[in-house]
């Protein structure tokens, strides 16, 4: 507990000075939060500019506060009236800290904070390896390790309206580890926006990690008396390994930041309006789907995008949150209705950051839009971007999702976001205060809407950040959903996040792929679609009987096995980035549960022939197979299960469950 840290030895050197002694001297301890102290020539945390032009800033302790969950160390600048408060978090989560920094102007004057982290942490000399996430629209999370060297490497995202599809605001540091063993440090930012982390590697050999806001045309002006508080940053260390390090995310996860009243809930099977009818959507054709969709397993019907006022394109219509009254002239509430009365749940497809230039909205107020006043307006898919900085464009938001929500009675809601930031005029704000403003929009629909079902979609996956985790219930982990493209994703994904929050393309896809035009068979993608929140992303009305009893029977055994798997750690076995074979562990929580997945593709050599040990188990325990077959943890785990893949698209799972779990679900069922 922090409450009973003692932090007196600790904060003696603090009232120590530093004098230099030659140009290859250097600090003899770490800043624990790094501003521009004389003689320290890392990368700065914090970067002031007064009125008169200064910009130097040195903290010296003047006291602390401490619960048994947080600790908070005031530093001050006594010749410029700054005060500095760190704060240190901790939660029930074992291995985890977050950080975060408070910057009050005690001063008359403004001051302007041009760099504004998180939080700096120091690691002692070594050979440093960092492990992150890159990539780009349809290719997120791709895994890269670099050796530090006596350089700084700059982890940053300047998009404004999402982090995560070039780079998930996300590192991992080690020296040596696997899987299973060695000691790894990681961090993670909770912002959905602008971010930067830099890992600076020193002459001697040190690493400092600085994390926060990006600097990029953001400046935050603090006025006198006020002060400004920086996103958290999560701070972890395990010595068991990157295996251990998604353990500790998916326990914080789960018992923590996702939203606790429905993170125990099954999530249904989804079906989307999009798939067969893209712009086209009628009330008729939807009214014919449903019944469709329910027969073949589906638990929840999805009208996408092209519902609104004109909306018969991408040029038209975004803004203007009403049905259209030709294809709709009921409005939505007969099709809501009507799912309800077969045991279907409605949700909805919004975008409520955009609108087009040909809508009502638009026309109304075209002051609301981001642009630069001196040149052309940007558009990206014929969108604009609303100026979600301002309060009245967020009550705006507010309002619109109060209606739609407590019109149609949703019982989910897809909000999506389809392009970035351009232009921004004068204001070095923006891009802070629009996320600020976005978290204050998904806390209203929290608040006020506690039991319908969030998707965080961000053109597929832009948005997977720890940031959004306490608003979303899903996160739409990519719009690629080309099977053999998704083994990669997936594993990426699931490495920070549980692999229940996979939704978007986490589904039975069609073939050929629209990404890669690749013909897959349907058992690949059917069991690909199990290992997320499966949805069902096959137009129904192209279907012979074959297909939809083949659709039927997949969601019929993915239902068996949902609430083990949703409430699973995901063991990486053999990485997808090592070749052309991907095995998964799905084990419950509790262990009483383990289900494989092994999938291959372009294999050669007979590389589909694998023994692969399970991890994880009791060893001590029995385990029953399948077929009835009782093995023991521990020869699972050291003499491994024989997996054979064949052919160019192979995908099998295997399921083990503890014998003891066996006998307790039969005694609860009774003779």
């Known amino acids: 507990m922090l409450g009973k840290f003692d932090l007196d030895p600790e904060l003696d050197r603090l009232r120590e000075p530093f004098v230099s002694r030659g140009v290859n001297d250097e600090l003899p301890w770490f800043q624990e939060y790094a501003v521009q102290e004389p003689f320290d020539y890392l990368q700065p945390a914090l970067f002031c500019t007064f009125t008169d032009g200064t910009r130097g800033i040195r903290l010296c302790y003047q006291g602390h506060t401490k619960t048994d969950t947080q600790l908070d160390v005031t530093l001050t600048e006594p010749s410029r009236s700054i005060s500095v408060i760190l704060h240190y978090r901790i939660c029930n989560t074992p291995g985890l800290l977050f950080r975060s920094v408070t910057v009050i102007n005690n001063s008359c004057m403004p001051v302007q904070l041009e760099r504004f982290l998180s939080a700096t942490l120091s690691l002692p000399a070594g050979a440093w390896n960092a492990t992150y996430f890159t990539g780009h629209w349809g290719a997120e999370y791709?895994?890269?390790?670099?050796?530090?060297?006596?350089?700084?490497?700059?982890?940053?995202?300047?998009?404004?309206?999402?982090?995560?599809h070039q780079a998930v605001p996300f590192v991992a540091l080690d020296t040596n580890a696997d899987e299973e063993h060695g000691d790894v440090v990681f961090a993670g930012l909770a912002w959905s926006g602008d971010f930067r982390m830099d890992l600076e590697k020193s002459a001697t050999g040190s690493v400092r990690l600085s994390a926060g806001l990006s600097d990029f045309d953001t400046v935050l002006t603090l006025e006198p008396n006020c002060s400004e508080t920086s996103p958290e940053l999560l701070i972890g260390y395990t010595p068991n390994g990157f295996g251990d390090m998604s353990r500790i995310l998916y326990d914080w996860e789960f018992d923590i930041v996702c939203p606790q009243s429905k993170i125990t809930q099954a999530f249904p099977v989804i079906y989307n309006s999009w798939y067969p009818f893209e712009f086209s959507v009628t009330q008729e054709n939807?009214?014919?789907?449903?019944?469709?969709?329910?027969?073949?397993?589906?638990?929840?019907?999805?009208?996408?995008?092209?519902?609104?006022?004109?909306?018969?394109?991408?040029?038209?219509?975004?803004?203007?949150?009403?049905?259209?009254?030709?294809?709709?002239?009921?409005?939505?509430?007969?099709?809501?209705?009507?799912?309800?009365?077969?045991?279907?749940l409605f949700g909805l497809w919004v975008e409520p950051e955009m609108l087009n230039s040909n809508s009502d909205l638009y026309r109304q107020h075209p002051?609301?839009?981001?642009?630069?006043?001196?040149?052309?307006?940007?558009?990206?898919?014929?969108?604009?971007?609303?100026?979600l900085s301002r309060e009245d464009v967020t009550q705006w938001?507010?309002?619109?999702?109060?209606?739609?929500?407590?019109?149609?009675?949703?019982?989910?809601?897809?909000?999506?976001?389809?392009?970035?930031?351009?232009?921004?005029?004068?204001?070095?704000?923006?891009?802070?205060?629009y996320i600020q403003n976005l978290?204050?929009?998904?806390?209203?629909?929290?608040?006020?809407?506690?039991?319908?079902?969030?998707?965080?979609?961000?053109?597929?996956?832009?948005?997977?950040?720890?940031?959004?985790?306490p608003y979303a219930d899903r996160i739409n982990r990519s719009d690629n959903a080309d099977p053999v493209d998704v083994i990669r994703i997936h594993e990426g994904f699931t490495t920070l996040f549980l692999p229940k929050l996979a939704g978007g393309a986490g589904n039975i896809s069609p073939s050929p792929s629209n990404i890669n035009g690749r013909s897959t068979p349907f058992l690949f993608r059917a069991i690909i679609?199990?290992?997320?929140?499966?949805?069902?992303?096959?137009?129904?009305?192209?279907?012979?009987?074959?297909?939809?009893?083949?659709?039927?029977?997949?969601t019929e055994i993915f239902k068996t096995l949902r609430g083990d798997l949703q409430n699973s750690y995901v063991l990486r076995l053999k990485s997808a980035t090592e070749g052309n074979v991907s095995v998964l562990e799905y084990l419950r929580r509790d262990?009483?549960?383990?289900?494989?997945?092994?999938?291959?593709?372009?294999?050669?050599?007979?590389?589909?022939?694998?023994?692969?040990?399970?991890?994880?188990?009791?060893?001590?325990?029995?385990?029953?197979?399948?077929?009835?077959?009782?093995?023991?943890?521990?020869?699972?785990?050291?003499?491994?299960?024989?997996?054979?893949?064949?052919?160019?698209?192979?995908?099998?799972?295997?399921?083990?469950?503890?014998?003891?779990?066996?006998?307790?679900?039969?005694?609860?069922?009774?003779?």
């Open 142 to 164: 791709n895994k890269n390790r670099t050796i530090l060297t006596q350089t700084c490497l700059t982890l940053s995202n300047t998009r404004g309206t999402c982090a995560s």
């Open 367 to 387: 002051d609301w839009v981001l642009r630069d006043p001196h040149q052309p307006e940007d558009t990206m898919r014929n969108q604009l971007v609303l100026d």
């Open 529 to 554: 679609g199990m290992t997320g929140s499966m949805s069902i992303g096959i137009d129904l009305t192209t279907c012979n009987d074959n297909t939809l009893h083949e659709i039927r029977r997949a």
């Open 286 to 344: 939807c009214m014919e789907m449903l019944q469709r969709a329910k027969e073949v397993g589906a638990e929840l019907f999805v009208i996408d995008d092209g519902w609104m006022i004109d909306r018969t394109c991408d040029s038209n219509g975004l803004g203007d949150w009403f049905a259209d009254p030709t294809r709709f002239p009921e409005g939505l509430k007969p099709i809501a209705d009507a799912c309800h009365e077969i045991g279907l």
């Open 591 to 671: 262990g009483g549960v383990v289900i494989i997945f092994a999938f291959g593709h372009g294999l050669r050599y007979a590389e589909g022939n694998l023994i692969i040990c399970l991890r994880g188990l009791d060893e001590h325990a029995t385990y029953r197979d399948e077929n009835s077959q009782l093995h023991s943890g521990a020869a699972l785990m050291r003499r491994g299960i024989r997996i054979t893949l064949k052919g160019d698209y192979a995908a099998q799972y295997f399921i083990f469950r503890r014998e003891t779990d066996i006998i307790q679900n039969r005694k609860k069922v009774g003779p």
């Open 397 to 433: 938001c507010i309002d619109t999702l109060d209606r739609l929500l407590g019109e149609y009675e949703l019982d989910y809601l897809k909000w999506d976001m389809n392009r970035y930031m351009s232009s921004f005029g004068t204001n070095r704000e923006i891009r802070f205060r």
């Open 439 to 469: 978290y204050k929009i998904w806390q209203f629909m929290n608040e006020r809407y506690p039991n319908v079902l969030y998707e965080n979609c961000a053109s597929g996956g832009g948005r997977a950040d720890f940031g959004m985790l």
